[in-house]
């Protein structure tokens, strides 16, 4: 079950499974640490469906909406994805939960940078930071697992293929090719996202080059558009909060639930005026 979910016989891959075998068993909470659309999700999956909580339910949620506690069941786990997006609020909940060992599930958390990192540099909760990180697992991207390429990209091909009712449609060798020398900034979401499409777009049974060629394209242009859409959300947020907060920075950070130097940054990043926040 664990090598279906993680596919491939690289070494970095090989030694991911290691750790996630490693860790299932234990109660302890596991940070899974790496690249947007890396499969940390994948990874926290394995490691319920194969650890102490596997008979109990998963509890999935978003940590940049988390706003109050909850009430938990004392078995099964708790996935905190993005745990690093916490407000202030949230990881003193956390924390505590921590300290006191009090009953309840198992904490999973996902973070796409490290927690000593974001300790340092946002303000993040140093308790919880170092609860997490000391059970850390991280998820090679794309980039490092070029040696299972072709074996992952048959097998999501292969599974769009059952799910869209293609099963047996295959990639052509150019195909192939153009999709290993090709960069994925989204990792292997990104790749999922391109095969799917193109399973569904083709008419016989090999998935021509023109077809990966055009949809890569695509999802380039959507990643441009996703990030453009994040950054004007991103500054109207900052704004609208400077303003509620009548341009105190300090104010601002909370309401963010960030940190002064973090507000700070954002501001400059997105070159708002000081003008604007006096």
């Given at each position: 079950m664990l090598e279906a979910r993680l596919q491939g016989r690289g070494a970095a891959i090989v030694g991911l499974r290691e750790r996630v075998l490693g860790l299932a068993p234990l109660s302890t909470p596991v940070l899974v640490r790496g690249e947007p659309g890396s499969g940390r999700d994948t990874v926290v999956r394995a490691l319920h469906e194969t650890g102490s909580s596997a008979t109990e339910g998963l509890m999935r949620i978003e940590?940049?909406?988390?706003?109050?506690?909850?009430?938990?069941?004392?078995?099964?786990?708790?996935?905190?994805?993005?745990?690093?997006?916490?407000?202030?609020?949230?990881?003193?909940?956390?924390?505590?939960?921590?300290?006191?060992?009090?009953?309840?599930?198992?904490?999973?958390?996902?973070?796409?940078?490290?927690?000593?990192?974001?300790?340092?540099?946002?303000?993040?909760?140093?308790?919880?930071a170092t609860a997490l990180d000391r059970f850390e697992i991280r998820v090679p991207s794309l980039a490092e697992r070029r040696e299972d390429f072709a074996e992952l990209a048959h097998?999501?091909?292969?599974?769009?293929?059952?799910?869209?009712?293609?099963?047996?449609?295959?990639?052509?060798?150019?195909?192939?090719?153009?999709?290993?020398?090709?960069?994925?900034?989204?990792?292997?979401?990104?790749?999922?996202?391109?095969?799917?499409r193109a399973v569904a777009f083709t008419r016989g049974r090999e998935i021509p080059r023109r077809t990966v060629t055009g949809l890569y394209a695509d999802s380039e242009e959507t990643l441009a558009s996703i990030r453009r859409a994040h950054a004007t959300l991103e500054r109207e947020e900052l704004l609208d909060a400077i303003q509620r907060s009548g341009g105190n920075i300090s104010r601002t950070a909370q309401r963010l639930g960030r940190s002064r130097s973090a507000v700070y940054r954002l501001i400059e990043k997105h070159r708002i005026p000081l003008s604007q926040h006096r």
């Open positions: 940590a940049s909406r988390f706003t109050r506690a909850l009430p938990l069941d004392p078995g099964g786990a708790v996935y905190l994805d993005g745990v690093e997006q916490l407000s202030g609020a949230g990881q003193e909940y956390w924390a505590r939960r921590l300290e006191e060992a009090a009953p309840g599930p198992r904490l999973l958390a996902s973070s796409s940078r490290p927690l000593r990192r974001a300790m340092r540099s946002a303000g993040f909760h140093p308790g919880l097998a999501l091909v292969a599974r769009a293929g059952s799910c869209l009712g293609r099963s047996g449609l295959r990639l052509s060798q150019p195909a192939l090719e153009f999709l290993q020398r090709t960069t994925w900034p989204r990792n292997v979401a990104q790749l999922e996202e391109v095969l799917e």
